[in-house]
């Protein structure tokens, strides 16, 4: 899994379950309302990110290591596919 692209658009905020949510809370030492503070300032969001993406990735592959996750590049979508027309 190495080098593989993860691209932060495919993170549901929305969907998270409560277990998800606890598992970013645990990794990140941080709560809900200060993690998603945090993610709209400028500043480190490595283990915000590490902690999204491996619940989100888990979702498609339940075997996925925290380390497969840090291996990941970061990738940030130019806008939302949500805001795209016809959607």
């Given amino acids: 899994m190495t080098g593989k692209e993860f691209d932060i658009t495919e ?3 929305d969907g998270l379950t409560l277990g998800e949510m ?3 809370e645990d ?3 941080l709560g809900l ?4 503070e945090s993610l709209g300032k400028q500043g480190p969001k490595s283990k915000i990110l590490i902690a999204l993406g491996l619940v989100t990735e888990r979702r498609k592959n339940p075997d ?4 497969e996750i840090r291996d990941m590049k ?3 979508a130019e806008s939302d596919p949500k805001d795209s ?3």
Avoid: N, Y
């Fill in 74 to 76: 970061f990738v940030v």
């Fill in 22 to 24: 606890e598992i970013v």
């Fill in 33 to 36: 309302d200060q993690i998603f």
């Fill in 85 to 87: 027309e016809g959607i």
């Fill in 64 to 67: 996925v290591t925290v380390e």
């Fill in 27 to 29: 990794m990140t030492g």
């Fill in 11 to 13: 993170i549901d905020l």
